[in-house]
């Protein structure tokens, strides 16, 4: 892959990740110059394949941030990117829908002044999955839950899955563990805490249409991986998983 290329992918990740800054600035801290980063990549680089620069990394870590500064609301929101981080997969179409919407940021807040969206309530209540099971002394609802109720609708994630993976959540095949209905086209779920996903690759190669970031788990041969590939000029994530190398 020519240099103009790589630089236009890592262009084109930081313009899907957002324009706004970085939540904190450490991400770079190792990267600096356009040196090749060859320190482990002696050891993991495919045959054929050519290291990326300090520079290209420092690049992709600003890409792959999972929490951004939100300007408007001047408080750190997860990135969409970040919910690629969330679960292993050897496919896109494999990673957990779950674990996907668990901070994905284009959520909705269900509220108990609104009608609609206590009806809606209502609903997932009757669904088979429904985590808050009505007792003696507890009904279910908005405001008796511990947490808040968050919508998804499915456009929104299709939207975000097409941009960065080129499918939706018609092709994924581990969807278990989420609530949907059907009449409002949504997912549900009930995050009340903060954990988006999260990779900052100290690594990475080139070979063909493929550009794969790594980073190492610890002084062991194990790695995170994250694989890209150019499809008819757009870059799309193929595969986020652990791999023994060397």
């Not at 009505?134 to 609708?153: G, H, K, N, Q, V």
């Amino acid at each position: 892959m020519k240099r103009w290329l790589l630089a236009f992918l890592l262009s084109a990740l930081l313009l899907l990740a957002g324009c706004g800054g970085t939540a904190s600035d450490g991400a770079s801290s190792n990267a600096v110059g356009g040196e090749a980063n060859d320190a482990a990549a002696s050891q993991v680089l495919t045959e054929g394949a050519e290291a990326l620069t300090d520079d290209e990394l420092a690049q992709a870590q600003e890409a792959f941030a999972s929490e951004r500064y939100d300007e408007a609301t001047g408080a750190n929101s997860s990135t969409e990117v970040s919910c690629f981080f969330t679960s292993y997969y050897d496919r896109a179409e494999e990673l957990s829908l779950a674990e996907f919407l668990r901070y994905y940021p284009n959520d909705e807040l269900l509220r108990v002044d609104n009608a609609e969206d206590q009806a809606q309530f209502e609903a997932l209540a009757q669904l088979e999955d429904f985590p808050f099971q009505a007792e003696e002394d507890f009904m279910p609802s908005l405001t008796s839950i511990p947490t808040p109720t968050r919508r998804y609708p499915r456009a929104a994630v299709d939207a975000t899955l097409q941009k960065y993976a080129g499918i939706t959540t018609a092709d994924l095949t581990n969807t278990e563990g989420v609530l949907y209905l059907p009449e409002y086209d949504a997912y549900y779920n009930f995050t009340s805490d903060w954990g988006p996903g999260m990779f900052q690759p100290d690594g990475g190669e080139k070979l063909g249409d493929t550009v794969r970031f790594w980073t190492q788990e610890g002084s062991s041969r194990n790695y995170t991986v994250l694989t890209l590939e150019n499809v008819d000029g757009t870059w799309l994530i193929r595969s986020f998983r652990t791999e023994t190398i060397g």
